[in-house]
């Protein structure tokens, strides 16, 4: 057991990866039933981390790794739920004031914020935004280049102008960015690295509904989702007979993704000029299935028993995952609590993280000069 756990840790670490991302997504919503008028949530690396809404008012851990957060800065969660009341009472006003800007007096409206940044970690490029809509389309940008605000409808000039003004403000935002934004994605992506820089290779099947159905290759259970996949003739990536299925997300954080191939035009003595190629972007290794019929999974004919065959001992091969990622993730709990421990006795203690990541608070709207209510900066 113990060699095989050893095999999997090292055939599941050690890619490269190479852009992370944390971002925030704020939505206030009006007359939405069933609905909280707030919801925050936050993601590093695609992965949500944290979650915040109007009704339970406190900002909640999303991962495990989180925890660390709070070993750190005990009052990481207290400042967080706080910055989400106060968000929400200025996205409470920006949502009434553009229901005015736009004429509106009642029905389910939605008020949206987007906002993060992305760094990469061998160029140390960092690159960050903030992005507002309304009802599903665009409001106002900030562009960092700039450093001014984009507003695409004449609704937003009024805020625009407000905002490019006001010099304290956009001093404060363009910081958030360009530091305080990457430093946290840093520290996020550190406390998390085990779970999020992992490379996890995908199980790849090909499938077929009908015999005169195109043949899809399927590759699931992989991780992370920066992957792409092709159908090749003799080494060539093709397009034509090809149908790019998008990325999509399984339930236990892996994903999954499929390409079509219509073969009702390949003849049987040119099968094996095809295969099908599943990479993962800045990494080497390739996923590499060839085109053959004996491969095939179908619902159809004595493949029928060969599919529920190959079920049994997919079951029995998905039981054995289990148990060893069980086992892992007990020896790396069990790893992680003698680390705390160890670093508590000793004392030690992060110099720079001890700052509780000053979040990002939008200043409200406004579409009336003269109604000083409705800037609030
Ligand atoms: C908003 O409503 C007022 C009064 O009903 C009207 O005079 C005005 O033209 C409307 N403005 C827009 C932008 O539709
Ligand atoms: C596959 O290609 C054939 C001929 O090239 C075409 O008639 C058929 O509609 C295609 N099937 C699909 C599912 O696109």
Same mark, same amino acid.
């Given at each position: 057991?113990?060699?095989? %756990? ?23 919503? /009006? ?13 590093? $690396? ?17 991962? $495990?790794?989180?925890? !660390? ?10 400042? #967080?739920?706080?910055?989400?009341? *106060?968000?929400? @009472? ?21 008020? #949206?914020?987007?906002? =993060? ?46 905002? $490019?003004?006001?010099? =304290? ?9 360009? #530091? ?17 820089? &992992? ?9 077929? !509904?009908?015999? /005169?159905?195109?043949?899809?290759? @399927? ?6 989702? &920066? ?23 399984? @339930?236990?954080?892996?994903?999954? %993704? &499929? ?12 099968? /094996?000029?095809? $295969?099908?190629?599943?990479?993962? /972007? ?18 159809? =004919?004595?493949?029928? %028993? !060969? ?12 039981? %054995? ?13 069990? =790893? ?18 001890? #700052?509780?990541?000053?979040? @990002?608070?939008?200043?409200?709207? *406004? ?8 800037? !609030?900066?």
């Amino acid at each position: 057991m113990k060699v095989l %756990i050893f095999l999997a840790l090292l055939g599941f670490q050690g890619a490269a990866a190479v852009t992370h991302s944390m971002k925030y997504f704020y939505t206030a919503s /009006s007359q939405v039933p069933n609905f909280p008028e707030f919801v925050a949530v936050g993601m590093v $690396d695609e992965v949500q981390m944290y979650y915040c809404n109007s009704k339970t008012r406190r900002a909640e851990i999303k991962q $495990d790794w989180m925890n !660390k957060v709070t070993a750190d800065d005990p009052q990481y969660w207290e400042t #967080q739920s706080s910055v989400c009341l *106060s968000t929400q @009472h200025v996205f409470k006003v920006s949502t009434e004031t553009l229901k005015q800007c736009f004429n509106q007096t009642g029905g389910v409206h939605i008020y #949206q914020e987007m906002y =993060g940044c992305e760094w990469d970690d061998e160029t140390g490029e960092v690159t960050g935004y903030y992005q507002y809509s309304y009802d599903g389309e665009d409001f106002i940008s900030f562009d960092l280049k700039t450093e001014t605000f984009i507003a695409p409808t004449s609704q937003a000039l009024i805020t625009k102008n407000k905002w $490019d003004r006001n010099k =304290g403000y956009m001093a404060q935002q363009k910081n958030y960015l360009t #530091q305080i934004c990457p430093d946290w994605l840093k520290k996020y992506v550190n406390y998390g690295k085990s779970s999020l820089l &992992r490379t996890v290779p995908p199980s790849v099947s090909l499938l077929q !509904k009908t015999p /005169s159905s195109p043949v899809s290759c @399927h590759a699931t259970g992989f991780y992370p989702d &920066r992957a792409s996949m092709s159908w090749r003739k003799d080494g060539e990536e093709i397009h034509e007979d090809v149908d790019h299925g998008e990325i999509l997300p399984n @339930h236990d954080g892996s994903f999954q %993704i &499929r390409v079509d191939l219509n073969i009702s035009s390949v003849k049987p003595e040119d099968w /094996s000029r095809y $295969d099908c190629v599943f990479q993962f /972007s800045g990494v080497k290794k390739d996923v590499i299935t060839k085109l053959d019929k004996a491969e095939i999974r179908t619902n159809w =004919g004595k493949n029928e %028993i !060969k599919s529920n065959e190959a079920m049994g001992m997919m079951i029995y091969i998905i039981i %054995i995952i289990i148990i060893i990622i069980a086992v892992v993730v007990l020896l790396v709990l069990n =790893g992680v609590n003698g680390f705390i421990i160890y670093r508590n006795e000793n004392g030690e203690k992060k110099t720079d993280g001890d #700052q509780t990541e000053k979040r @990002h608070i939008s200043p409200a709207n *406004s579409c009336d000069e003269s109604n000083p209510m409705k800037s !609030k900066h």
